[in-house]
């Protein structure tokens, strides 16, 4: 059976928002605080991670990736507040 994959949400230095995915989350944070994981991340350090969804494998990860980054700020707020991560990626 395939490690499952989790999209990622972290808050940034710079208070923006950045969404990727990963199949060991901790170990992705670690590499972006290090400055050694997304160009994005090495320029504006991340701060914490904000929250995190588990998919079965990549391509849907990514699908949810890509659905996520399109999303306003409030909805993405809105997820954390408890709302269904899946309810916004339809």
């Known amino acids: 059976m395939s490690q499952p994959w989790h999209l990622y949400l972290i808050e940034c ?13 901790a170990a992705r944070y670690s590499a972006h605080a290090a400055g050694k994981g997304a160009r994005y991340t090495r320029a504006n350090p991340p701060i914490r991670v ?12 990514s699908r949810a990736e890509w659905a996520i980054k ?3 700020r409030a909805k993405k707020l809105a997820y954390m507040e408890g709302r269904s991560w899946h309810q916004w990626l339809k």
């Open 13 to 25: 230095r710079n208070g923006a928002f950045y969404a990727g995915i990963t199949t060991d989350i």
């Open 70 to 72: 399109k999303l306003s």
């Open 50 to 61: 904000l929250a995190s969804a588990e998919f079965p494998d990549r391509s849907s990860a």
